[in-house]
Antibody, heavy 124, light 107 residues
């Protein structure tokens, strides 16, 4: 079955760029109606949807992060990536990647399955 | 603040029924999905499209909606159900997804 694994630096300096990669195994990243998604959970807070990339490469982002975030797809490597610019301490969080199962005619489903284990990124 | 509100903690006696709720205006229009997360594990989808269970999820898990509140019901709670549960849905604006703050279930 499909599995996801996040990777990237655990420490980022303020004002710098956070970059993470999610590797998809057990299935093709460019097949089906799947949205490849990034989600984060700041310490002591609830989950925040960051954004997603479709198999075609089109993207959607959380309005609260639009302008700082980019999500891209690398089908040749079976990976998708997150870039977040101009980070501050408020961006410290556990970052997780997940697959959102899409349905024709439904812009969003919220059916995240599976998820990666998550990786802690500290801005300091 | 989150668009979806959940009680921080709920407890249930072994074998009894418990309802975990998720409240928000967007739920009047969009269905919620529900996730279970145990310590050190990735979240697991347990209910989608209001009341559908992925393969492998026990029948004791069910979902429903009334007005602006979605509910996850566990009928005959087991010790293994002790976990954090959180909901999600489309935002009221329709252009992104939002999550509830999560409910810690103690069995």
């Amino acid at each position: 079955q499909v599995q996801l694994q996040e990777s990237g630096p655990g420490l980022v300096r303020p004002s710098q760029t956070l970059s993470l990669t999610c590797t998809v195994s057990g299935g093709s990243i460019d097949s089906g109606t799947n949205y490849w998604t990034w989600i984060r959970r700041p310490a002591g807070k609830g989950l925040e949807w960051i954004g997603r990339v479709y198999t075609t490469g089109s993207t959607d982002y959380n309005p609260s992060l639009r302008g700082r975030v980019t999500i891209s797809l690398d089908t040749s490597r079976g990976q998708f990536s997150l870039t977040l610019n101009s980070v501050t301490a408020a961006d410290t969080a556990v970052y997780s990647c997940a697959r959102e199962q899409g349905v024709a005619g439904a812009p969003f489903t919220g059916w995240f399955d599976p998820w990666g284990q998550g990786t802690l990124v500290t801005v300091s | 603040s989150s668009e979806l509100t959940q009680d921080p903690a709920v407890s249930v006696a072994l074998g009894q029924t418990v309802r975990i709720t998720c409240q928000g205006d967007s739920l009047r229009r969009y269905y919620a999905s529900w996730f279970q997360q145990k310590p050190g594990q990735a979240p697991l989808l347990v209910i989608f499209n209001r009341n559908n269970r992925p393969s492998g999820i026990p029948e004791r898990f069910s979902g429903s909606r009334s007005g602006d509140t979605a509910s996850l019901t566990i009928t005959g709670a087991q010790a293994d159900d002790e976990a954090d549960y959180f909901c999600n849905s489309r935002a009221t604006s329709g252009d992104h997804l939002v999550f509830g703050g999560g409910t810690k279930l103690t069995v």
